[in-house]
Nanobody, 126 residues
């Protein structure tokens, strides 16, 4: 059974930092695109960041560019999201996602991803 399990969420003051982790089990995603999405109350799930299978290419939503960094450790089957200079508008449930296919694909749409974690809450107080 494939599982993605996120951790690292919590309550932080504006300007602070958090590091999210996502550990995959049940299969390796070392040859697949992975990404982070978030969903705030009353809003649709939105793309935050994506990373190629090798980690050599990364993509970000404009709202987080320069503040968030996505990375991966394929040996540990783990995805990360370093979040700095957090703002109140970053408050949301953050989801890790992975694609079924190998090597190539699109990064930005939820429909491109086949596996999802259960989410971890990030709350930024202003």
């Amino acid at each position: 059974q494939v599982q993605l399990v996120e951790s690292g969420g919590g309550l932080v003051q504006a300007g602070g930092s958090l590091r999210l982790s996502c550990v995959a089990s049940g299969r390796t995603f070392s040859r697949s695109i992975m990404g982070w999405f978030r969903q705030a109350p009353g809003k649709e799930r939105e793309f935050v960041a994506g990373i190629s299978w090798s980690g050599g290419s990364t993509y970000y939503a404009d709202s987080v560019k320069g503040r968030f960094t996505i990375s991966r450790d394929n040996a540990k089957n783990t995805l990360y999201l370093q979040m700095n200079s957090l703002k109140a508008e970053d408050t949301a449930v953050y989801y890790c996602a992975a694609q079924e296919g190998y090597y190539s694909g699109s990064y930005y749409s939820t429909s491109e991803y086949d596996y999802w974690g259960q989410g971890t809450q990030v709350t930024v107080s202003s």
